[in-house]
């Protein structure tokens, strides 16, 4: 039985797991408190994180209906992501665990979305191809066992989710820009105007962004004010079509390559509609088996925490007092 705390960005989560499956999973969002400022502030993430952390935990427990002399292990999210938002997580967890002499065992937020794959009902085994496109991430990876993932690919400028923010902050849309630009774009026609095809060029697998935001903000600019709300419905699914494009014809170089018969999605990204159906369509054409986990496993959970925790090393009570939480790169010292 795991405890899982995941505080990387704007949502505080707790989640308890019996092995693969799910006993409670909370997630307070944080997004009324970052839409006035059109993204995520790090000191309001963490301050709002301080706040929530301790009742979020208790809602997990309550949930579950178990207590905390049941829990075996205590998991959290050391990174990476914004570096005030994880200690607030490291340090409950620290102190949760240390409070029972329980294990700690610090997880790779990456690693978390690509486990969400691991969960029941129909945990998906390995081996397989994981698109992960999240606001901070957006990456192609083999997994090939539980524990890790070899990368194949990665974005050089920005994610896909932060693509969408900007863009839907340029487009005088909501906060956060993803759900509120789909929903604008489905009343548009994707084909209104021409985007620029990012590293279609490019023989690899990695990923490119600011260009399309850059593309945007030059159409907005020639339109003026007046036509970008008469062609808003067109701007956001000219932008969402580009962006689920480059995402599907990397998947698609990736399968040609051959060797595999599934391919998970993950990350907030992985919520968006028009790209689920896209890569649907591409995984039928390829004859691969397409996993898709539910949208609230596809965000940050901590659900996805426990879940990587069961395949990741656990330290020992007294060891990790002195652990830190790591904003990039792999990984802190104990
Ligand atoms: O995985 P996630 O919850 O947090 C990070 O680890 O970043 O992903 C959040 C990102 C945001 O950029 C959000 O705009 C995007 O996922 N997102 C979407 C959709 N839902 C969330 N992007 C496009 N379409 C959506 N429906
Ligand atoms: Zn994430």
Request: aromatic share 6%; glycine share 12%.
């Amino acid at each position: 039985m795991i405890l899982a705390i995941e505080t990387s960005c704007d949502d505080t989560c707790a989640a308890v797991l019996d092995g693969p499956r799910i006993l409670s999973n909370v997630i307070s969002s944080q997004a009324a408190a970052h839409e006035g400022f059109g993204g995520v502030v790090p000191e309001v993430a963490s301050r709002h994180h301080l706040e929530l952390v301790s009742p979020v935990v208790s809602a997990a427990l309550g949930e579950a209906g178990v207590g905390l002399e049941q829990i075996e292990a205590v998991a959290v999210t050391a990174g990476p992501g914004l570096i005030g938002a994880l200690l607030v997580g490291v340090s409950s967890a620290k102190a949760i665990a240390a409070s029972r002499r329980l294990p700690l065992i610090p997880v790779n937020h990456l690693q978390g979305h690509v486990a969400a794959n691991f969960l029941e009902p129909e945990p998906l085994e390995p081996p397989f191809l994981c698109l992960l496109a999240s606001g901070g991430h957006t990456l192609l990876a083999a997994v090939r066992d539980h524990g890790g993932y070899e990368l194949l690919g990665q974005t050089l400028d920005d994610a896909a989710g932060e693509a969408f923010d900007k863009s839907a902050r340029l487009l005088g849309l909501g906060y956060p820009g993803g759900p509120a630009l789909e929903k604008v774009a489905a009343g548009g026609d994707p084909e209104a105007f021409e985007m620029p095809v990012a590293m279609a060029r490019d023989p690899g697998l990695d990923f490119s962004f600011s260009g399309l935001k850059t593309a945007l903000v030059y159409l907005c600019r020639d339109l003026g004010p007046e036509g970008v709300s008469a062609r808003r419905a067109d701007l956001a699914a000219s932008f969402q079509a580009a962006v689920v494009g480059q995402l599907t014809s990397k998947l698609r170089r990736a399968l040609r390559r051959g060797g595999w018969d599934a391919v998970a999605l993950g990350g907030g990204v992985a919520a968006n509609g028009p790209l689920r159906a896209a890569v649907g369509e591409l995984c039928e054409e390829h004859g691969v088996r397409l996993k898709l986990v539910p949208i609230a496993l596809c965000t940050d959970n901590a659900a996805m925490i426990g879940s990587a925790a069961r395949y990741a090393a656990p330290l020992a009570y007294p060891s990790y007092l002195g652990y830190d939480a790591f904003a990039s790169g792999e990984r802190a010292a104990a």
